[in-house]
């Protein structure tokens, strides 16, 4: 697959996101070494500790069907680029730190960043 339909993914993700309160909708989708794609979408909840971002949704996801060895993660928001707060920086990291993370404006406007430079010097136990 590639990045434009990856990044497309996460678009069509983030129309189910629920974001009653800060009305920024994300998507996800994350591409697995085997070639299996998993999207997910932030939810937000009134306990607003109870909320959960699409970066993790996506993850999680992954993981609940066998899945850690991620390879790319894209993600598109109701406002334009978007990058993963430092909770799922930190979440990710744990599975992959070489991971490629893309966003942008549309398809044709992506940016890349690894995770290592958005989370340098991650914690591991």
């Known amino acids: 697959m590639d990045d434009k339909e990856l990044y497309l993914k996460a678009k069509e993700a983030m129309k189910n996101s629920y974001a009653p309160f800060s009305k920024f909708n994300v998507g996800a989708a994350i591409l ?47 406002g334009g680029e978007v990058w993963p707060c430092g909770i799922c920086r930190q979440f990710l990291y744990e599975f992959a730190p070489d991971l490629i993370v893309f966003s942008g404006d549309s398809e044709d406007t992506l940016r890349y960043y690894t995770l290592r430079e958005l989370l340098p010097e991650g914690f591991r136990l």
């Open 32 to 78: 697995t070494e085997s070639g299996e794609v998993f999207t997910g979408c932030n939810i937000e909840n009134s306990s607003l500790g109870a909320a959960i971002c699409a970066e993790r949704t996506t993850a999680v996801k992954a993981i609940s069907e066998g899945h850690r060895d991620f390879v790319k993660l894209a993600l598109a928001s109701s």
